[in-house]
């Protein structure tokens, strides 16, 4: 059962564009919500992270939107460029699970020029 | 230059064989992680140690063990109990298993079956 439910799977997106992944989840215990970026061969490394008390977190390019009522929260990724080209993982954390992580299925973007 | 180094980048097993991934970090971080990656599934977590001498299972630990003997070091043993061993490692850490601590992870190891 995958508690964090990741879609699209896949996402091309044309350069200048605006990608976007959702994420979706059950557990009202979630409440720490980091997304991950995996190039091919590599590790994943966090990106950017938001929790429920804000809507909204904005780090350039990158910005995390939460709906709490809903259980959602999205990716999304102004100015799309080809070097944004990876495999992106939204995860979440339960306030009774130490600093365990809980993974959605990944979504592979591929941003063409 | 800190970081985690896993090694060796690529594995191979023959069926019946026990074979151990080396999972090394100098950020002098108390909590490791290792996690299974398939293709579609995400990351799912198989054991974690919050310090040393100290490890727990994860959602698939059957066929796995690991040990934490150093704080630096934590190696992960894929047993011949572990049907389907062909995936993609991962190792992390964070400075303590406490609350939104973020994980750092290595490049990974691939794991297939001759």
């Known amino acids: 059962q995958q508690q964090v439910k990741q879609s699209p799977q896949s996402l091309i997106v044309q350069k200048g564009g605006i990608s976007i992944i959702n994420c979706a989840y059950e557990n009202t215990a979630f409440d720490y919500f980091p997304w991950y970026q995996q190039f091919p061969g590599k590790g994943p490394a966090l990106l950017i992270a938001i929790r429920p008390d804000v809507s909204e977190k904005k780090e350039g390019r990158f910005t995390i939107s939460f709906n709490k009522s809903a259980k959602q929260f999205s990716l999304h990724i102004m100015d799309s460029q080809p070097g944004d080209s990876a495999t992106y993982f939204c995860?979440?954390?339960?306030?009774?699970?130490?600093?365990?992580?809980?993974f959605g299925g990944g979504t592979r973007l591929m941003v063409k020029p | 230059d800190g970081g985690i180094t896993q090694s060796p980048k690529y594995l191979f097993r023959k069926e019946g064989q026990n074979v151990t991934l080396s999972c090394e970090q100098n950020?002098?971080?108390?909590?490791m992680y290792w996690y299974r990656q398939d293709p579609g599934q995400g990351l799912r977590l198989i054991y974690y140690s919050q310090i040393v001498n100290d490890f727990q299972k994860g959602d698939i630990a059957e066929g796995y063990s690991v040990s934490r003997e150093k704080k630096e070091s934590f190696p992960l043993t894929v047993t011949s109990a572990q049907k389907n061993p062909t995936a993609f490692y991962l190792c992390?850490?964070?400075?303590?298993?406490?609350?939104?601590?973020?994980?750092?992870f290595g490049d990974g190891t691939r794991l297939s079956i001759l």
């Open positions: 950020l002098n971080h108390d909590a």
């Open positions: 995860a979440a954390r339960a306030n009774n699970a130490g600093n365990m992580l809980t």
């Open positions: 992390a850490s964070s400075i303590s298993h406490s609350p939104g601590q973020p994980q750092h």
